[in-house]
């Protein structure tokens, strides 16, 4: 079941207003845990937004130049089993007389002994 959840800034101390210098991912992105979302910067240093979780970027509600302060909603994002799904492409089909050749078996071969 995949449920969206909504992203915001964490708690970022006492910073009030601070920019949003950089938005590092667009709709329907793939993010991982711990992916940077936007970036930030106080008069101290830049901070990013990271990801809770693994999952789809449903929608961005920031733009570059805006003032955000702890609390302020980030972007929304789709997690669960579709998100997950959307993460790990496939790999290529094997075409009809390509060898599995260099793929070892479980298993070695000969004795233990």
Do not use: H, W, Y
Request: proline share 11%; net charge negative.
């Amino acid at each position: 079941m995949n449920a969206v959840i909504e992203v915001r800034v964490p708690d970022i101390g006492d910073f009030k207003d601070v920019p949003v210098i950089g938005i590092e991912v667009s709709p329907g992105d793939t993010v991982k845990a711990e992916d940077p979302l936007v970036t930030l910067e106080s008069d101290k240093a830049t901070m990013e937004v990271p990801a809770p979780a693994s999952g789809v970027v449903k929608e961005i509600k920031l733009k570059v130049g805006d003032k955000v302060s702890e609390g302020t909603l980030v972007l929304l994002l789709e997690t669960g089993a579709g998100a997950a799904a959307a993460e790990i492409p496939p790999g290529p089909p094997l075409q009809r007389g390509e060898s599995t050749a260099g793929i070892s078996p479980p298993f070695a071969k000969g004795g233990a002994g």
